[in-house]
T-cell receptor
Framework: EAGVTQSPTHLIKTRGQQATLRCSPI?????VYWYQQALGLGLQFLLW???????NRGNFPPRFSGRQFPNYSSELNVNALELEDSALYLC???????????FGPGTRLTVT | DAKTTQPPSMDCAEGRAANLPCNHS???????VYWYRQIHSQGPQYIIH???NNETNEMASLIITEDRKSSTLILPHATLRDTAVYYC????????????????FGKGTLLTVNP
């Protein structure tokens, strides 16, 4: 069974640009979570998508947005990039019981 | 969700059992205890979870005290590949407006397994 996949592995952008990160959940999982892990900080919850809808978001500005497609894959968009957006962005999917979250390898975003 | 307290770091000899403690004195009756670990620069990995009873799977054992105010994750035979940050998380799965089943990660315990 394939795990959660994320692309790209690394992404380098300049300040003010937009970044798009992608996530494919485990087959059969309908919920996708996005987390940000900045250097020296813990994992911070960003967004939760379930059945194509945004269910909740963490304490992040509106320039962090995303969507979930009919096949349950998800996209995270970060507009007007700032230097402090440099971080590892992790996607996780969960099955119907919500107990286990399975994480992808992450996308390392660097903003210069 | 209840807050957890873990030691910042621990060492363990390869082949020995690693016992990682976690305090969650404010845990409520419907909150589960979860353990995840994160090997450097990788995504976190689910290990085990429990509510009241002790649990065991192929990776680890989870011992929860009778009053549920603390727990211990046991890696029975630690290997070098078990070197990671281990996170103890308490979370409710009761749906209440705004609840989103997110995981709230603290600082965790850096377990270093030494040869």
């Amino acid at each position: 069974e394939a795990g959660v996949t994320q692309s790209p592995t690394h992404l380098i952008k300049t300040r003010g640009q937009q970044a798009t990160l992608r996530c494919s959940p485990i087959s059969g999982h309908t919920s996708v979570y996005w987390y940000q892990q900045a250097l020296g900080l813990g994992l911070q919850f960003l967004l939760w998508y379930d059945e194509g809808e945004e269910r909740n978001r963490g304490n992040f500005p509106p320039r962090f947005s995303g969507r979930q497609f009919p096949n349950y894959s998800s996209e995270l968009n970060v507009n007007a990039l700032e230097l402090e957006d440099s971080a590892l962005y992790l996607c996780a999917s969960t099955g119907p019981l919500f107990h286990e979250q399975y994480f992808g390898p992450g996308t390392r975003l660097t903003v210069t | 969700d209840a807050k957890t307290t873990q030691p910042p770091s621990m060492d363990c000899a390869e082949g020995r059992a690693a016992n990682l403690p976690c305090n969650h004195s404010t845990i409520s009756g419907n909150e589960y205890v979860y353990w995840y670990r994160q090997i450097h620069s990788q995504g976190p990995q689910y290990i085990i979870h429990g509510l009241k009873n002790n649990e065991t799977n192929e990776m680890a054992s989870l011992i929860i005290t009778e009053d549920r105010k603390s727990s211990t994750l046991i890696l029975p035979h630690a290997t070098l590949r078990d070197t990671a940050v281990y996170y103890c998380i308490v979370r409710s799965l009761s749906w209440s407006g705004g609840s989103n089943y997110k995981l709230t990660f603290g600082k965790g315990t850096l377990l270093t397994v030494n040869p």
